[in-house]
């Protein structure tokens, strides 16, 4: 008679089929996924840093226009050395053409893109710095790509106006 903690014979059998080649199906049906989210994540990434780097350009160029004098030269010769401080402080990652600068009285206008601060009617006398620029990014996984337009924005009070 037969042990009854015995096992049966078919039950000690190995199987038929194996599971060593399930973990290679698996990886291959991961690693897409797996690469996509990654890609994805370093490109946001590298878009997230050149949106910081553009911020911190047109900050630079509002500071440097608001201590800037405008002297005897036209307007137009100001905004152009602005401009180019923005350029030059992007590390040329910003093209010329996309920079806005403007040099306004606070009117309620939308200059550049940009309205004025609240309170800036307060103060009709005072000048006010207006700086924008835009730059492409590129976000990609692997079948799609996003390219959203990056905005850095700023208004500075012009300082040669309070005495």
Known sequence: MADAYEMPSSARRQPLRTERGSVFLEFAMVLPLFMALVLGIYTGGLAY??????????REGARYGASLPVGADPVTTWETGVRNRVVSASGGEVAFADVCVKFVLPTGGSDCGITDPPGASNEPAVHLVKVSATKQAKIEFFFYTSQPVLRGQIVARFERDTG
Not at 49 to 58: G, H, P, R, W
């Open 49 to 58: 840093t050149n949106k910081i780097s553009l911020v911190e350009a047109v």
